[in-house]
């Protein structure tokens, strides 16, 4: 018989999040021995709450808010990825009880443009995101990695659009998020990764018309899933992503690297999911 596994995920607060019922789908649709639980630990507990987990059997868990950039200074390995990011959203447990940090959601992010946008190319045009937080790290690693070359940045606090924007060398430059309509012009893929739009959140107020209707749209919001954004998006014929996808395809890696199976998102999957929100 196979050994039974334990993952989950650690945030603060963490009862929100969809990934138990994600990787609890995954777990029966495979028939593996395992369960995902939700792991709420204060940021000051961080530290012993990760080296615990060798301790209790754990293949590791996932990563969430507030935790993702002080992870990083806290396990034993970090893969490039994740030290490019600046973030670790995944923790693999190996069997000497070490700790690898690594970073899914620039996959995550790609797998889903790929699936709901096939038709995207990143030599198509230009790249705005918005945003630049952990998320907005992760989407600008994963379009510089797949060859975009030219990514705009508009953040509210400019000066973290400037630190962020430095990772990325003469790529990526830095625009004014109050005149916004510049770094729409001639765009090929503009991505929301802020909470604007998100529900409790403010609106995300952006003029779409400088924007060329053959842009796709993405927003990483997934609550609610069709976001002022997209419904704007999509009434000027954009294709549109909705967040829901990253939040799906981040976690493959993750379900593989602990119990072995690299499982699929499906539309069943998604509809499940969707429920939820």
């Not at 868990?61 to 990825?81: F, M, S, W, Y």
């Not at 995944?90 to 996959?107: I, K, M, Q, Y």
């Not at 779409?208 to 919001?221: C, G, K, Q, S, T």
Request: hydrophobic share 50%.
């Amino acid at each position: 018989m196979a050994a039974f596994r334990t993952a989950g995920i650690m945030g603060w607060p963490v009862g929100h999040s969809r990934s138990p019922a994600l990787h609890g789908y995954w777990l029966a649709r495979h028939g593996i021995a395992g369960a995902y639980v939700p792991l709420p630990v204060r940021p000051e507990r961080i530290a012993p709450a990760l080296r615990g987990l060798s301790a209790l059997g754990f293949a590791g868990c996932n990563v969430t808010v507030p935790h993702k950039q002080a992870v990083l200074a806290l396990v034993d390995r970090v893969e490039p990825l994740a030290r490019q990011i600046g973030a670790v959203n995944l923790v693999v447990v190996h069997e000497d009880g070490s700790l690898e940090g690594r970073n899914t959601d620039a996959d995550g992010f790609l797998q889903s443009l790929r699936q709901d946008c096939p038709q995207w190319r990143a030599d198509a045009g230009p790249a705005v995101v918005l945003g630049a937080g952990g998320a907005a790290r992760a989407v600008m690693a994963a379009l510089a990695g797949e060859g975009v070359a030219e990514l705009r940045l508009l953040n509210r606090t400019r000066d973290h659009a400037e630190a962020l924007a430095a990772r990325f060398g003469g790529r990526a430059q830095v625009m004014d998020w109050a005149a916004p309509a510049a770094a729409l012009a001639g765009a090929a893929l503009l991505v929301n990764t802020t909470s604007l739009g998100m529900s409790g959140q403010p609106p995300l107020r952006l003029n779409l018309a400088p924007l060329p209707r053959a842009a796709v749209v993405a927003d990483l919001v997934y609550a609610p899933l069709e976001t002022p954004l997209l419904a704007a998006a999509r009434a000027r014929g954009h294709a549109v992503v909705d967040g829901l996808g990253m939040l799906l395809h981040q976690a493959v890696p993750s379900f593989a690297a602990w119990f072995g199976v690299r499982p699929e998102v499906t539309a069943e999957l998604r509809a499940m999911i969707a429920t939820t929100l």
